[in-house]
């Protein structure tokens, strides 16, 4: 049964960093992605950006200069670097993963986490 576990939210002022974490387990395939996406109260999900084999895609504008991926093999964890933090990033965080490349649709990802809240204020 394949399981994604986010951590590492909280609560972060303008201007501090974050690294959310996405513990994976449950598959064997190789040829797989993980997204990071968030939802804001009241607003759609939002793709931010994905790691795969065809490597490392921004869905986001507003992730581009500020949050980076990355993904630790051994640990089966895929990290976000959130940088720069805005009020405007305070959303619930998601991955989660598909067969395949990277998409920037959440209807191309099958398996989810449960989200991580991000609370960004001064």
């Known amino acids: 049964q394949v399981q994604l576990v986010e951590s590492g939210g909280g609560l972060a002022q303008p201007g501090e960093s974050l690294t959310l974490s996405c513990r994976i387990s449950?598959?064997?395939?190789?040829?797989?992605?993980i997204g990071w996406f968030r939802q804001a109260t009241g607003q759609e999900r939002e793709g931010l950006l994905c790691i795969g084999k065809n490597g490392i895609i921004y869905y986001a504008d507003n992730a581009k200069g500020r949050f980076s991926i990355s993904k630790d093999i051994g640990k089966s964890t895929v990290y976000l670097q959130m940088n720069s933090l805005k009020v405007e990033d305070t959303a619930k965080y998601f991955c989660?993963?598909?067969?395949?490349?990277?998409?920037?649709?959440?209807?191309?990802?099958?398996?989810w986490g449960r989200g991580t809240q991000v609370t960004v204020s001064s």
């Open positions: 989660a993963r598909r067969l395949g490349r990277c998409s920037g649709s959440e209807n191309d990802y099958r398996n």
């Open positions: 449950g598959f064997a395939e190789d040829y797989w992605a």
